[in-house]
């Protein structure tokens, strides 16, 4: 079992950009693929992007693709997610999740991870 804190969040511009940090701790860290998710005000969690374990396989939702990129440093057992040219649509509680199912972590199913963040707020503001 492997424990996930999230850190990064907070308020910038639109246009501006935010990199959000998940130090995932447990013995076997390393085995684990992680998601990044995010729950806008008043609607359902969404998928954002997703790495596997070694981090040569990377998904990203399209409405994030070619602005946000999500990477990960083993060695420091933490995931990124650097954000940029963000949109006021890009509000919300972000939050990072790991599973060691590789077909749970590739298919991007918030509902079919195992082990959650407590969350970090992003708010943008125009």
């Known amino acids: 079992q492997v424990q996930l804190v999230e850190s990064g969040g907070g308020l910038v511009q639109a246009g501006g950009s935010l990199t959000l940090s998940c130090v995932v701790s447990?013995?076997?860290?390393?085995?684990?693929?992680v998601g990044w998710f995010r729950q806008p005000p008043g609607k359902e969690r969404e998928f954002v992007a997703v790495?596997?374990?070694?981090?040569?396989?990377?998904y990203y939702a399209d409405a994030v693709k070619g602005r946000f990129t999500i990477s990960r440093v083993n060695a420091k057992n933490t995931v990124y997610l650097q954000m940029r040219s963000l949109k006021v649509e890009d509000t919300a509680e972000y939050y990072c999740a790991a599973d060691r199912s590789a077909r749970t972590v590739l298919l991007g199913n918030p509902s079919t991870f195992s082990t959650w963040g407590q969350g970090t707020q992003v708010t943008v503001s125009s």
């Open positions: 447990g013995r076997t860290a390393s085995q684990y693929g």
């Open positions: 790495i596997n374990w070694s981090g040569d396989t990377t």
